[in-house]
């Protein structure tokens, strides 16, 4: 019987031609290996039929191995894959296992005399065991797709700040939905658990990627899926990063007020490692000084090197996949440079000019190996913003023009936001009437050509009113 890769097959009512006579039943250790003599395949030859059969790569030639030697027992799932290849009922492989369970007991238990009664009450209750022991052995997939899963969230992480917010949308949607089917077929806890964490993450850049589109609403709908997700799993990372997220949306949207509860609430309960808590300082920081309270976002700015200080990392993908989850240090100079411009105090203005300038320098250092296009968008405007206020505005109409061209690329709402504010201050500044602010309004004009990202043309209707 033919069937397709990784379809289940069903029982049937032929003897094999191999059976072993008489009504005495193999146990399946040797049951597996007279067969697959028979057909003179080897261990290896048939783990691979198995995989390819099921489409399930956790059989292996070691797995043949233990059950030939019966030191494991097949449970059904590959007990009906074993029946097909063999072309046999996957009745005999039932018996076969249950004359191993047998065979275990009849070796290993001691003799003793049990009334009727209690006799039967024993073997019901071993037998009930053995079932739930089958059922939890029937995960149709093995570590290599759960460590496949998580390659691609840390790769997904990765490809984030260089690649247009739309495109990472489509890819963490399809991502989200296949970790998840898997975690509701999974028996195994630990699968579960790391398979849902990847749907957390996914709904967090899922969030990011909308706000990067300027939906506000949509991005605070993922960031809730991404936090009770990642309550389920115990994940404080994920928290972490997401109230961070929620802080940052908050602050964009002119919300200080929630930015700061927000940031709050991630401060009580720190990542397990990584630089969430240095990023979410860093936000507390901005939100602070957008309230004007200049002295406690100070403290905060202080605090943000302390974190860094303490930055633990553990390798494991599930705790930071990395790329857009990180806050590297160019992140944070530039928002610091951002803080220092929100307090209004000009003393402040050379720290911000600093900080802009070293973020702008390390961005473009490290461009052709981690580009990060939208970060560096914002780093240009802080510098440009310190500049001008300081009354030296040289350079500014040269990195407006950056950002114009990054943003035919990749377009980003808080970039246009954050130029559509430089524009004001330009204004603000000298009306726009000399030569110089004549040409940077100019250059800001220009993005109102760029048109914002559309769906591409093979992605379906969706049925949003469902």
């Known amino acids: 019987m033919l069937m397709r890769r990784g379809e289940l097959p069903y029982p049937r009512d032929r003897q094999s031609p191999g059976r072993a006579s008489g009504s005495e039943v193999e146990p399946i250790g040797r049951l597996v290996a007279r067969l697959r003599e028979e057909r003179g395949w080897s261990q290896v030859k048939l783990a691979s039929l198995l995989c390819d ?3 399930n790569s956790a059989a292996t030639q070691d797995q043949i191995s233990r059950w030939e030697r019966r030191h494991r027992i097949p449970g059904p799932y590959w007990r009906s894959y074993l029946a097909d290849l063999f072309e046999v009922p996957v009745q005999m492989m039932t018996a076969a296992a249950a004359a191993s369970r047998q065979e275990r007991h009849m070796a290993k238990s001691p003799v003793r005399v049990l009334s009727p009664d209690v006799g039967d009450m024993v073997i019901l209750s071993a037998r009930e065991s053995a079932r739930l022991g089958e059922q939890m052995d029937t995960t149709p997939f093995g570590s290599f797709t759960v460590e496949e899963i998580t390659n691609e969230l840390r790769q997904l992480a990765t490809l ?3 690649r247009s917010p739309l495109e990472s949308l489509l890819a963490a949607r399809a991502l989200r939905d296949r970790s998840f089917a898997l975690a509701q077929q999974s028996r195994r806890p630990s699968y579960a658990r790391d398979l849902y964490l990847v749907t957390a993450w996914s709904c967090a850049i899922l969030a990011n990627a909308s706000f990067d589109l300027g ?5 605070f709908t993922q960031t809730r899926a991404a936090l009770h997700l990642g309550d389920l799993c115990d994940h404080n990372g994920v928290q972490v990063w997401v109230r961070g997220l929620q802080a940052l949306v908050a602050f964009w949207d002119d919300r200080p007020d929630e930015a700061i509860a ?3 609430s991630a401060l009580e309960r720190p990542a397990e490692a990584g630089t969430a808590t240095v990023r979410i300082e860093a936000i507390y920081a901005r939100a602070l000084a957008l309230q004007g309270r200049d002295q406690e976002s100070g403290r905060a700015l202080a605090r943000v ?6 930055v633990t990392e553990t390798g494991n993908p599930l705790d930071g996949p990395g790329g857009m989850a990180d806050f590297p240090r160019a992140k944070e100079l530039y928002w610091r440079a951002n803080t220092y411009l929100l307090t209004g105090n000009p003393q402040r203005l050379p720290d911000a000019e ?3 300038m070293e973020s702008v320098h390390l961005y473009t250092e490290t461009n052709a190996v981690s580009p990060r296009p939208g970060e560096l968008c914002h780093a240009r405007l802080d510098l440009a913003s310190a500049r001008w206020g300081s009354g030296h505005p040289e350079g500014a ?3 407006v023009g950056a950002v114009v061209e990054t943003l035919q690329t990749r377009y980003v709402e808080s970039v246009v936001r954050r130029m559509n504010g430089f524009g004001k201050l330009v204004e603000s500044e000298c009306g726009g009437r000399s030569a110089l602010a004549g040409q940077v309004l100019a250059r800001i004009a220009d993005i109102g050509a760029i ?3 559309s769906l591409p043309s093979d992605i379906a209707a969706l049925p949003l009113d469902e």
């Open 53 to 55: 059969r099921s489409g």
């Open 305 to 310: 090197e302390r974190a860094r200080d303490r």
């Open 451 to 453: 048109a914002p990202p």
């Open 215 to 219: 939906a506000v609403a949509p991005a």
């Open 397 to 399: 109409e040269q990195q």
């Open 354 to 356: 600093a900080s802009a």
């Open 262 to 264: 927000y940031a709050e």
């Open 160 to 162: 984030y700040p260089s």
